[in-house]
Every structure is written in structure tokens, then in C-alpha cells.
């Protein structure tokens, strides 16, 4: 997106000139689902596409949001040092930004004035690429620049996701925040979600690029399975601590939960757990794969990683099964599966590059086939973290 256009958008919101414009990206997740609030291992990335924000401070303490992605939205408008959630529907949107405010002033950081700020993002809403945490860090890393807070980045990403936990009302692990704040260009991060040790590794793919797949379904993690599924993975650790000394289901191996499945002892509880403990160590071979340069292992890995979240995990849905199973059967295609948290938003397919055209021809008739409407296709950069442009 231009600088320029992002500017226009501005004046004509704010009839001012912008002061500053910054990106924050969004992420992909290569492989590591629902692992990260198990204590266990992700190994996503940040990406090209994400959130914009132009800023000019106010003399007074107004805080005016205006988003160019929700035209009929009117301008929000709040005091710098107000503390309650947009509760108007057409506004909860603002509370991803009052959030990342409210959290640093209650960390001890404090602002002397107000600003305006013009969001346009260029992910696609609802499609699990992680825009809430993208608004986030965009928020957490204007208010450092502009205000010149003394705050590390890990500070900001660990605020983002007590936004989602105490704001939003989602109980989301670090991931999504860490992803966008810690991105480096072609790297992708392996972290471990319980220490937060973290290290960077070359993205090397050679001939194959990281397709997007967007399924058009909307969802609304909140509102979603989510939180139930959190919860139940609190309840398999609970039985297994009356053996095992553990805080989270990352902590196991493969053998563990096959050998003390009996202490859990519930059918549904049991697929759940043993998705969590066998993703954790797929992401760790993920890792060995891509260091050794084996590509097709790195790619059956993924495959597998879909497997586990369609029948273990039951968090997929007909729309990402469809993209993932179809994407399988082409030409030139690595592994593909869903993404994030599930029931619609997004999956990835890694595609040989002069085979990428056929693949978006091919699974987006198969999808529309099959599903009624179209899906989206994306080709992907991997990207820095937040920027000042």
C-alpha cells in the first residue's frame, strides 16, 4: 500500500496533515496449533501483509480512531486515560487499541496528550492471519516511537496478548503477538511457547513459495470453540498430575500420553491432549526438516499436522478440509493444512513456484465445487516486525 494513498485517507478523515505512518504485520503459523497455551512449541512467521496507521498527536487528551476498512464506522473518540471497552457493537474494534493504551499506563507508562490515528489494513478480515494481534503491536510500537516509551518489544508482545486475555475476553496464548512484534524477514521463529526461548531460522524453500488459502468463512475466535478447548486441555493435565508432575500437556513426550492416557480416561479428553503433546514434537521435527533442507518431510509434517487438528482436535470444519485435501492431490505441492484457530479463516500450502497458477486454478474450482463460494489465494512474503515507514 502507498504512502501517499495512506496519507489522502488521512486528510480527508482528519482535514490535517499525518505526522507518521507505521506497519505492523500479520503471521502465519507453519506448523504448532493450539500448542502455545499447552506449553509447548510454534514456528510462525511474520508477513507481507497487514496493518497500517498514520498518526498525528492532538494537543488535548482525545484519542480520535478512524478505520479506512469500515467506511460506515464513525470516528471513535475517548480520552487517552479512559479505562472502559467500547461496548457499542460498531465500535468494539477500538478496544484492540484502548487496549494496548489502558495496559501500558497500568504498567506505569503515561501520555500527556491525545492523537489521531487512520488504520487500513490488507488482511483479510476474519481470516486467521492474526489482525487483532497486528492492531496490537501497530498500537504498542507507535505509542513507543511517538511517545518515546522506555519498553522492549517482548513487554509489548506479552501486553498484546493480555489485551486478548483481559480486554478482549479470549484465552489465547503468546503466539499470534510474539509472530508480529519479533517477525525478521525470511525467517520463520521456533518458539517455546512455555519459556519463551526463542530462534530464528532461514525460511530456505527453494522452488516453493507459501500460498495463502482463505476460505471466506469469517470467524470470530471469541465466540468460537476456542476457549472450550483450552479448557479441556486444563482438565486432561488435572487428571494426569495425579501421576505426573506437569504444568502444561508441552512438557510430555508421545510415549508419556500413550502410557498415562488411562489416568485421563475420557474419549474426548484423550484426542484432545494427544493432539497438543504430538503437534509439539511435529513442530520440533519441522524444524529438524527444514535445518536439513528436507523439504518433503517438512511438507508430510504439515500434511499431518491437518490430519490432527480435522480428527483429534475437531477444530477445522468443511471449507479448510476441503482447501487442505484438495491442495494434497496437486502437482507440485509440499503439504498444506489449516491455520490459527479453525472453523473457517485460513490455511497454507507450500507450492512449487511455476506450478502456483494451476494450484489457485485448480483448488479454487474444486472449493467453489464444492462449497458454493469462492476462496481467496495469497502468495506470501515473509516479513519484518513492526516499522515506522
Known sequence: MEKEQLLQEYQQVFS???????????????????????GGHVFPCAISLGTYG???????????????????????????????????????????????????????????????????????YGAGLSSSASI?????????????LDVEQLTLVKLGQKVENDYIGLNSGIMDQFAVGMGKKDNAILLDANTLEYHYYPLELG???????????????????????????????????????????GELTTDQIDQYSYLINDDILIRRARHVVIENQRTLQARDALLKGDLELLGRLINAS?????????????????LAETAWKQPGVLGARMIGGGFGGSGIAIVKKDQVENFKKNVGQAYVDKIGYEADFYDTEIADGPKKL
Open 207 to 249: 522452488d516453493y513459495i507459501v500460498v495463502i488459502m482463505n476460505t471466506n468463512k469469517k470467524h470470530a475466535l471469541a465466540d468460537s470453540k476456542y476457549n472450550e478447548r483450552r479448557a479441556q486441555n486444563e482438565e486432561a493435565v488435572r487428571r494426569l498430575q495425579a501421576k505426573l508432575d506437569i504444568k502444561y500437556l
Open 54 to 124: 498514520v498518526f498525528s498527536p492532538r494537543s488535548d487528551n482525545k484519542v480520535r480512531l478512524s478505520s479506512a476498512n469500515m467506511a460506515d464506522s464513525p470516528v471513535v473518540e475517548f480520552d487517552i486515560n479512559e479505562s472502559e471497552p467500547e461496548t457499542a457493537k460498531e465500535n468494539t474494534w477500538a478496544n484492540y487499541f484502548k487496549g494496548m493504551i489502558v495496559q501500558l499506563r497500568q504498567n506505569g507508562y503515561s501520555f500527556d496528550h491525545g492523537f489521531n490515528l487512520l488504520v487500513h489494513g490488507n488482511l483479510p
Open 16 to 38: 490535517e496533515v499525518g505526522k507518521s505512518v507505521y506497519f505492523s504485520p500479520g503471521r502465519i503459523n507453519l506448523i504448532g496449533e493450539y500448542t502455545d497455551f499447552n
Open 136 to 148: 496490537e503491536l501497530l498500537m504498542g510500537d507507535i505509542l513507543k516511537e511517538e511517545y518515546g
Open 306 to 322: 491437518h490430519v490432527s487438528l480435522e480428527y483429534d482436535y475437531e477444530v477445522s470444519g468443511v471449507e479448510l478440509d476441503t
